[in-house]
Structure formats: C-alpha cells, structure tokens
C-alpha cells in the first residue's frame, strides 16, 4: 500500500533557528513529490520535486528529492513567526495524490 | 482571479439528508479532485477526474459520489451522510502534468 510519512510530527523553534522537515514515502510508479503549507485555511503549494538530487529554492527555504532513498526534506532558514503552520508532503504516484499527516512548526519570537 | 471555490464554506446537516458540495474553477484545468482532512489522518483523496466524463476513486470514495459534465464543476455528493463523515473537504484543480494542485477554500461539514 502506498505511504507518505513525515516527521517530526510537530516542532517549536525559536526565531532565527533553522529547521529541516522529513518525508518518506513507499509508492509504485512515483511521479513527483509535492510540499505545501497549511495556515488554518487551504493549502498552499510551496515545491514540486521530480528528479533526484536536484534542490528547489525560493527565499529561505529549499527542498530535496532523494529518490534512491525515497524521502525529501524541506528546510526553512532563519525562521520567522509568519513560517508557523502545518508543512504537508504529497506523493503522485499515477493519478493519485498521497498526502502525509504534516508537521505542525511553532515558530517563538 | 484563477481560482477554484467551494460552497457551502460550512454546512451542518442530520444523517440521511443527501447534500452536494459544489466546486468550480476558472483556469480551465483538467484534473480535478475531493479530499478530505480529518486530525491525525491528513489529506486523503475522496475521487478524482482526469477529464469531463472521467471520474476515478481515490483513497476513500465510500459514502460519496461525484460527477463530472463540464470542465469547470466537479460537485461532491453525499447521498445519505453519516456522522463517519464529518470532516473538512478540500476541491482542487489542477491544469496536467507536470503541474502542482490549487486548493479551494474548503468546506466544513458536520454531520449529526
């Protein structure tokens, strides 16, 4: 059966502090990997990853696929109050999108 | 604006009465799907739609069905909800591959 797993499960961190989320995941026929950001509303697209090795960037944070070891982590640089939501990771294998619980950032000024 | 909506934003209904959940989007997009978000579970995929006329489950389409005639609609239907159901359910569009989804605002529906 197909599996998205992240970790840590939740995070608090202080301002300025760096933090790298995980995610693992066990699909047939892997597609790309996608990572969003929850704040109580929808979720908003942040990266999709496809090959292997390659990291996508945008401001502080950045995000790589190993697909070897099937996993991605996501890192957050110098981070702020605003960067405190619930980080998901999703996985297209054919059609379909698996999604893993998240990790809920606490960032303290 | 490109963006999909969602309504009703919040419904409570009673178990049994069938209801539909609409969704539309204006970018023209192909893929259309149904989530929904429950704590500790996260997002799970109800059914999808590659195209008009072509409707796929996905990881929990139990209890629900959905359809697809115009490119811009893809309602959520409910025939006979049960508590089981309570949730918040998430539409999404997206235009094809290689491109990400785009969430609606969601919907939170409590069934008792």
Not at chain 1, 62 to 89: H, M, P, R, W
Request: proline residues 6%; hydrophobic residues 30%.
């Amino acid at each position: 059966e197909d599996k998205v797993v992240q970790s840590p499960l939740s995070l608090v961190v202080h301002e300025g502090d760096t933090v790298t989320l995980n995610c693992s995941y066990e699909v047939t026929n892997f597609r790309s990997l996608l990572w969003y950001k929850q704040e109580k509303k929808a979720p908003t697209f942040l990266f999709m990853l496809t090959s292997s090795g390659i990291e996508k960037k945008s401001g502080r944070l950045s995000s790589i696929l190993d697909k070897k070891e099937l996993f991605s982590i996501l890192n957050i640089t110098a981070t702020q109050t605003g960067d405190s939501a619930v980080y998901l990771c999703a996985v297209e294998p054919g059609n379909q999108f698996y999604f893993g619980t998240g990790t809920s950032l606490t960032v303290i000024p | 604006e490109a963006q999909v909506t969602q309504n009703p934003r919040y419904l409570i209904t009673v178990t049994g009465k069938k209801l539909t959940v609409t969704c539309s989007q204006n970018m023209n997009h192909e893929y259309m799907s149904w989530y929904r978000q429950d704590p500790g579970l996260g997002l799970r995929q109800i059914y999808y739609s590659m195209n008009v006329e072509v409707t796929d489950k996905g990881d929990v389409p139990e209890g629900y069905k959905v359809s697809r005639k115009e490119k811009r609609n893809f309602p959520l239907i409910l025939e006979s909800p049960s508590p089981n159901q309570t949730s918040l359910y998430f539409c999404a569009s997206r235009p094809g591959l290689p491109y990400e989804q785009y969430f609606g605002p969601g919907t939170r529906l409590t069934v008792t």
